[in-house]
Every structure is written in structure tokens, then in C-alpha cells.
T-cell receptor, first 116, second 116 residues
């Protein structure tokens, strides 16, 4: 089955610096790669996602890149702020046909701490 | 939109008792997912449904766990009998896929289960 590895497990950055989290996946059939942010005591929230037919996607200070050949994708947060402190999860999954999910796997998570 | 609604928010039960967790997905979503989150194992996908049909239950830890989705607006995750190692936060998530695109993958607030 699909296996997703996420690095690093913890990341400390100074406010204003950039943060990068990397994930690798094993199943070449995976075609959808979301990133989630989980704050303490809350459920994960989708922050950005990318399909396999796209190499990069940006949303304000957040960007995701995908390298299908190497089977890895990364989350980039620029100009980090204290409110970016949270646990971030990557995932790899399949959208099968037009209206169904296929296999689904999450990374182990990265604890990001932004210090003022 | 009320989001994904889970109940109860907290559950404390004695070992051997039956536990039922409930989830109401977002109206119009056609997929539902049950997750378990622990410090040791992170976020694990237990089972997911597409259009009320269970697609993959390979993440269900053992026969003590069962999940049902009798209709598009309700799902249950049952543990019988419960054991202390089942203590975790259980999340439900729902999503809508249409024409190969994901519209809104949303997690509930979770149920914190403690088995003593």
C-alpha cells in the first residue's frame, strides 16, 4: 500500500523566516496531495492541496511543490508568523474516476514552532 | 454550514464496555472518513465510505471495531469491548468529489476517548 514519509518531525523557525516541510510517497498511482494544519485541541484543517497534473501551487504565504518523478512534495511557508505554529500533516491519496476516493495515507506530522 | 458534527466530544468508559462514536457529515458530501490520532501512531485512517459504501477498512485495528453508514447523513464507529489501548482522539471527516475535483475535505472536532 501507500507509504508517506514526512520530514522533519519538528521545525523551529524565527518569525519572518521560511519553513519547508518535505514528504515522499511510494505509490505512483497517487494523484492528490493535500496539506493539513492542526492546532492544539482541534481537528486538522486543509490549508492547500495539489493535483498530480500541477507542479506548483501558491496561496498567499503558502506554496506546495510536487515532483512526480521523484515522488516527493513539499510545503513552503514564507514570512512565518507565530500563528503558523501548529502540527502540519501531508497526505497522498487517489481520486478515482469522477466521484470516489481511492487509497489514502497521512505522513507522521511536523511540529512547527515560530518564535517571535 | 455547521461543518462535520461529532458526538460526544469526550467519552470516558470502563474497559469492556461498548463505545459508540457518532458523526454527521456535511450535507452534500459523498465521502466519509474515520481517523484515530495518538501520540505514538499519529493520524491513522481507520475506514472510509464513498456514497455510503465502505471502500477500505484495512485500517480498522481488529474485530472489536466496526463502522456503519446507514445513510448519507450519519455514521457510527463502534468499539466492543473497549480496551485501554483504544484511548485516543477519533476524528470524522467528509468530502465531496465531483468531476474528479475535491470540494471541501473537512474534519470534525473529534471525540476524545478514554478507556480506564
Amino acid at each position: 500500500g501507500e507509504n508517506v514519509e514526512q520530514h522533519p518531525s519538528t521545525l523551529s523557525v524565527q518569525e519572518g523566516d521560511s519553513a519547508v516541510i518535505k514528504c515522499t510517497y511510494s505509490d505512483s498511482a497517487s494523484n492528490y496531495f493535500p496539506w493539513y494544519k492542526q492546532e492544539l485541541g482541534k481537528g486538522p484543517q486543509l490549508i492547500i492541496d495539489i493535483r498530480s497534473n500541477v507542479g506548483e501551487k501558491k496561496d498567499q504565504r503558502i506554496a506546495v511543490t510536487l515532483n512526480k518523478t521523484a515522488k516527493h512534495f513539499s510545503l513552503h511557508i514564507t514570512e512565518t508568523q507565530p500563528e503558523d505554529s501548529a502540527v502540519y500533516f501531508c497526505a497522498a491519496s487517489q481520486i478515482v474516476g469522477s466521484d470516489s476516493w481511492g487509497k489514502f495515507q497521512f505522513g507522521a506530522g511536523t511540529q512547527v514552532v515560530v518564535t517571535p | 454550514d455547521a461543518g462535520v458534527i461529532q458526538s460526544p466530544r469526550h467519552e470516558v468508559t470502563e474497559m469492556g464496555q461498548e463505545v459508540t462514536l457518532r458523526c454527521k457529515p456535511i450535507s452534500g458530501h459523498n465521502s466519509l472518513f474515520w481517523y484515530r490520532q495518538t501520540m505514538m501512531r499519529g493520524l491513522e485512517l481507520l475506514i472510509y465510505f464513498n456514497n455510503n459504501v465502505p471502500i477500505d477498512d484495512s485500517g480498522m485495528p481488529e474485530d472489536r471495531f466496526s463502522a456503519k453508514m446507514p445513510n448519507a447523513s450519519f455514521s457510527t464507529l463502534k468499539i466492543q469491548p473497549s480496551e485501554p489501548r483504544d484511548s485516543a482522539v477519533y476524528f470524522c471527516a467528509s468530502s465531496r468529489i465531483r468531476q474528479g475535483r475535491n470540494y471541501g475535505y473537512t474534519f470534525g472536532s473529534g471525540t476524545r476517548l478514554t478507556v480506564v
